[in-house]
């Protein structure tokens, strides 16, 4: 049974997004405003739990795009376009159009506009016929990175030109949309290794070869010591496919690094419900891989159900990993780990995982457990109420969680470990649905009481199968889960319409970026949008 408790303040925990201090404009510049991926803006100051009400708060505008966005926004503050300082939000689509709009005057329109190529059609991928992930396009799916002080917003879109699929790192100038010197460029390469021995045809010559047909590109881009890194998973878990790392140098668009997660086996795919890969400050970055051959415990090169860690400076060499004891039966069980993306808690010692299974990893960052067939050596590991995917937020020492049919709840961290017989629970209930678990993000000023907020969208009924169904946006006290207000309040004003399954919402200076799909007629969707809420006066 869930169980409410009042939530205790602890230490101030928490990191910037961005070069921007308290009382400043705040720039959320990579997916879930850091690299630890926390999913918090510690640094908002307009809005509160006492003024985001019915009365004082509801959507403002909302700003119309090509195609369907499963990207979070991004903002960045006072950027000249035109010789005119802007606000800026930036949005990317499955249509492969890139936009800039003033992320606070409607009026202004788009600021720029770019596409980079028509993206491939879902038709053309039988799987995508039968499991309806993304339609009717594929083209932009993850979630940009901005590099502030160069002024670079870096984008990956897949494209279909002539039957034949590639992706293109593109590197835009943020204030005008023109493609950096040397952009785009491809996205390829190929790996010493055997692969899918059922498919011959994935290797050639002691060789493995990207093959873009076959990949998706799913997880948020990671900027680090000024490269971008690029992860790939599959359709739909369809063979062929790989997990595979790219990095490219920012500047240069010089290839840095190609690697494959199962270079002599099968999938291993990075996907993590769009979260982006994690990054700490000595340049470690961390990444949860999904259904595939792991045999690393006995010698070899295979990663699949696994955490891993690797060093960016070393060329990615794998430093730790954990991989559950009960990997082939999470194999067997499609219940892979690769559903979440991994959490850095603040001060970097520990991290947090978790599975399609419903089970939570606490991880000790220097020694995360390996492999044992009989015992997880991992810190803590415990079960939550279902399936977990999208992703956690942790904010003041609690870990929120969400999950299709249940409520939100919220795990004490006191230091070293979770309070796991004790929770916090909301008492709004969602649907059921594979896929249904809310996007959340949490805005605050610091530790201040009564700014927390815990922001979360979902589907009314519970389908997010790529199609346009009826979304509800609500925001939260991050401090008892109490709704404190709901898009369905006064739906006439402030309808979500269709949601954009794990689309992070962005809060920057008093508004909120949520991504929208528009119309829920099945049959006819479109009006697909960026939504901007805000105070009202």
């Not at 593109?170 to 949309?177: C, E, N, R």
């Not at 493995?208 to 992860?231: C, H, K, S």
């Not at 850095?344 to 960052?365: C, D, H, I, R, W």
């Not at 995360?368 to 999208?390: I, N, R």
Request: charged content about 10%.
């Amino acid at each position: 049974m869930l169980r409410k408790i009042h939530r205790l303040f602890g230490p101030v925990f928490f990191f910037l997004s961005a070069a921007a201090g308290f009382g400043q404009p705040v720039s959320v510049i990579t997916n879930r405003y850091s690299n630890a991926r926390l999913g918090v803006n510690p640094s908002e100051t307009l809005l509160t739990t006492s003024n985001v009400s019915d009365s004082n708060f509801g959507k403002l505008f909302s700003l119309p795009v090509d195609g369907q966005v499963y990207a979070q926004p991004l903002y960045l503050p006072n950027v000249t376009i035109g010789g005119v300082a802007h606000n800026v939000v930036y949005t990317v689509t499955e249509n492969n159009s890139i936009y800039a709009f003033d992320a606070n005057n409607p009026a202004a329109q788009v600021l720029w506009q770019v596409n980079v190529g028509p993206p491939i059609q879902c038709s053309a991928i039988p799987i995508c016929l039968v499991y309806k992930g993304l339609q009717p396009n594929i083209g932009i799916t993850s979630t940009p990175v901005i590099d502030a002080a160069s002024g670079t917003i870096y984008v990956v879109a897949e494209t279909y030109v002539s039957s034949t699929a590639n992706f293109y790192l593109h590197a835009l100038d943020v204030a005008t949309g023109h493609e950096r010197s040397g952009s785009p460029v491809q996205i390829a390469g190929k790996v010493a290794g055997t692969g899918d021995p059922m498919y011959p045809t994935d290797s050639a010559n002691g060789q493995v070869t990207f093959n873009p047909f076959m990949e998706w590109q799913r997880p948020g881009l990671l900027e680090l010591n000024g490269n971008i890194y690029i992860a790939f998973s599959g359709h739909q878990d369809t063979r062929p496919y790989h997990g595979w790392l790219f990095g490219y140098d920012g500047t240069s668009l010089r290839r840095v690094l190609i690697k494959c997660i199962t270079p002599n086996g099968i999938e291993g795919g990075i996907w993590q419900s769009g979260a982006g890969l994690t990054a700490d400050s000595a340049g470690n970055v961390y990444l949860s891989t999904g259904n595939g051959t792991f045999d690393a415990n006995a010698g070899g090169s295979d990663y699949g159900e696994t955490v891993l860690k690797m060093n960016a400076i070393t060329g990615m060499v794998v430093s730790t990993f954990f991989t559950p004891g009960n990997f082939q039966a999470l194999n067997d069980e499609d219940a892979d780990v690769g559903s979440v993306g991994t959490i850095l808690l603040p001060g970097e010692q520990y991290a947090v995982a978790g599975s399609k299974a419903g089970v939570f990893f606490l991880l000790n960052g220097s020694q995360m457990g390996g492999y044992s067939s009989s015992a997880d050596a991992v810190l803590q590991e415990w079960p939550t109420y279902t399936s977990s995917y999208g992703d956690p937020v942790f904010y003041n020492n609690n870990l929120y969680e969400w999950g299709r049919g249940w409520a939100a709840i919220a795990y004490q961290f006191n230091g070293s470990s979770f309070n796991t017989a004790s929770w916090m629970a909301g008492t709004d209930i969602i649907a059921s649905g594979i896929g249904n678990e809310p996007a959340m993000a949490i805005s605050a000023n610091g530790t201040t009481p009564g700014a927390g907020i815990l922001w979360a969208s979902h589907s009314v009924s519970g389908a997010s199968d790529g199609l346009s169904y009826q979304g509800v946006f609500s925001a939260y006290d991050a401090s008892n889960l109490n709704r404190i207000w709901s898009s369905e309040d006064n739906h006439s004003r402030d309808d979500l319409g269709g949601w954009a399954k794990w689309a992070t919402p962005t809060v920057a200076n008093g508004k909120v970026y949520i991504p929208s799909f528009g119309s829920v007629n099945l049959t006819a969707p479109g009006g697909f949008a960026i939504n901007v809420y805000g105070l009202l006066n």
